[in-house]
């Protein structure tokens, strides 16, 4: 992500750091957003951090897509990525949470709203195949050798182009956008102090 910065948001200022440790002071941000990057964080850590650099009104969106793996017009998209999946498996370690079992009381944060989201994206076989190209699961493949850059991207060429007859297709992801803030500590009635 880093390195598109420039060109996606050349305005704006990036920082380093991991979840469990945020490099920023405490009340800084009136909203704070994480999309899939908690799959990997120890959350009590995780979210503890969110709820310091929130301000005391600020919202924290916690929100994430399932993999592009389904179509409404066709079965083949999902046969494909399971065939995908079984080439390129995720890498251990994943752990998306589960937003009702979220540790939310000792971090200090509420839920306040969770809502499914489903997204329809038409997509082109080009936009497709940049897509699955840059999913973790083939960086993974790639950094341990299994494949190169080159054999992933071959293999998914060919296997795709039978998915994808009419050039377009369109895409279904599913997720989840949950909201939270930080939680009062003079209402007990939340559950979160008492």
Same mark, same amino acid.
């Given at each position: ?5 420039? &060109? @996606? ?18 009340? &800084?941000?009136? !909203? ?16 503890? *951090? ?11 969106? !916690? $929100? ?20 995908? *999946? ?14 009702? =079992?979220?540790?939310?009381?000792? +971090?200090?944060?509420?839920? !306040? ?5 489903? @997204? &329809? ?6 936009? $497709? ?8 699961? @083939? ?5 341990? =050798?299994?494949?190169?850059? *080159? ?11 039978? #998915?994808?007859?009419?050039?377009? !297709?369109?895409? @279904?992801?599913? =997720? $989840?956008?949950?909201?939270? +803030? ?8 939340? =559950? #979160?102090?008492?």
């Amino acid at each position: 992500m880093l390195a598109h910065r420039r &060109s @996606v948001a050349p305005s704006a200022r990036f920082a380093v750091g991991t979840a469990e440790a945020l490099p920023f002071a405490s009340g &800084s941000f009136d !909203l704070v957003a994480a999309a899939g990057s908690l799959d990997y964080a120890d959350l009590p850590s995780a979210l503890a *951090e969110v709820a310091r650099v929130l301000t005391p009104d600020g919202t924290f969106l !916690l $929100y994430d897509y399932s993999k592009g793996r389904c179509s409404p017009a066709a079965d083949a998209l999902a046969t494909w990525f399971t065939s995908f *999946e079984q080439r390129f498996p995720s890498p251990a370690g994943r752990r998306p949470p589960a937003v009702p =079992g979220l540790p939310l009381a000792g +971090a200090g944060l509420r839920l !306040l709203d969770r809502v499914d989201v489903e @997204v &329809s994206v038409p997509m082109t076989f080009d936009g $497709y195949l940049r897509y699955v190209l840059g999913e973790v699961n @083939v960086a993974s493949a790639i950094a341990r =050798g299994a494949d190169s850059a *080159e054999e992933a991207g071959d293999w998914c060429r060919r296997t795709l182009a039978e #998915v994808f007859p009419a050039g377009e !297709l369109t895409v @279904v992801f599913r =997720g $989840y956008l949950a909201t939270l +803030a930080r939680a009062d500590p003079c209402d007990v009635s939340e =559950g #979160v102090w008492g």
